[in-house]
C-alpha cells in the first residue's frame, strides 16, 4: 500500500488484500481528524463486500466532517449510493475539487 500526501488530500494506491487491515487501520487513526481522500481500489478490494460496508461507515463519518472520500475504481461499479466513486484519479482529483468549492460557497 502506498500513502501520498498531496496539497489538500491523501492518495491511496496499490492497496492489496493482505493491505486491507492495515488500510483500515490506517483510516482509524485519520477519523481522529479526517482529511480528504482518494483511494484507488483494484478489482479485487471493489468486489470485497465487507470492505465496501467498512468503507460506506468511514465515507460517512468524512462527509459529517466536510471532508472529501473518493474512490477510484476503473471501469466497475458499486451497488452502494453512499458512496462517491470515479473511474480515474483525474476525475477523483477534480471532484475533489468541485467539493471543495461547494463547500467554501
Do not use: C, H
Amino acid at each position: 500500500m502506498k500513502i501520498e500526501k498531496n496539497d489538500n488530500f491523501f492518495l491511496f494506491t496499490e492497496i492489496k488484500s493482505s493491505d486491507q487491515n492495515n488500510f483500515l487501520e490506517y483510516l482509524d487513526i485519520l477519523i481522529k481528524k479526517p482529511v480528504n481522500s482518494i483511494i484507488n481500489l483494484d478489482r479485487e478490494l471493489i468486489n470485497n463486500d465487507s470492505l465496501i460496508l467498512s468503507l460506506v461507515n468511514y465515507s460517512t463519518f468524512w462527509k459529517k466532517s466536510d471532508k472529501s472520500f473518493i474512490l477510484v475504481i476503473g471501469d466497475f461499479t458499486i451497488e452502494n449510493k453512499n458512496l462517491i466513486y470515479v473511474p480515474t484519479l483525474n476525475e477523483a482529483i477534480d471532484y475533489l475539487y468541485m467539493e471543495e468549492l461547494e463547500r467554501n460557497v
